[in-house]
Every structure is written in C-alpha cells, then in structure tokens.
C-alpha cells in the first residue's frame, strides 16, 4: 500500500473536521490527516467514518476506514 504523503495540500483537503468520530479533544488539538500522520492518543469514539469519502483517500487508493484508531495507511 503506498504511504500518504504528509503536505500542506493534503491536509487542506482533508475532511477529517468533518467526521461524527471528530471530537472535542481532537478538535483542540487541531488533528488531522490521521491516514498520513497517525492516530490520535484522544481515543474518539467510533460514531461513523467518512474517510473513504475523502479526496485523499481516493487518489491514494485507501481501502481501510476509522485511521484516527489504526494509524496511517501503509
């Protein structure tokens, strides 16, 4: 599986600020792109994943869901 790269482009057209698991403690600590850059130590709740809606995710192939759990896509 390819690796995601970690840019500033990619992170614009991340919806991850957009997803019903996206909570108050990622939001403070302003994550994102958890399929280039891992997952988050804030432990979200599993409430619905819209990566596989993402353009991201799409031009990388990306078949997983729930990154913010699992880590980056390798």
């Given at each position: 599986?390819?690796?995601?790269?970690?840019?500033?482009?990619?992170?614009?057209?991340?919806?991850?600020?957009?997803?019903?698991?996206?909570n108050?403690?990622v939001?403070?600590?302003?994550?994102?792109?958890?399929?280039?850059?891992?997952?988050?130590?804030?432990?979200?709740e599993?409430?619905g994943?819209?990566?596989?809606?993402?353009?991201v995710?799409?031009?990388y192939?990306?078949?997983?869901?729930?990154?913010?759990?699992?880590?980056?896509?390798?």
């Open positions: 599986m390819v690796k995601i790269p970690n840019t500033k482009e990619n992170s614009k057209r991340c919806i991850c600020p957009n997803c019903p698991t996206y108050e403690c939001v403070g600590k302003k994550e994102k792109l958890f399929c280039a850059r891992g997952k988050t130590p804030c432990s979200p599993k409430q994943c819209i990566c596989p809606e993402c353009s995710a799409s031009e192939g990306l078949e997983k869901t729930y990154y913010c759990h699992i880590g980056p896509e390798k």
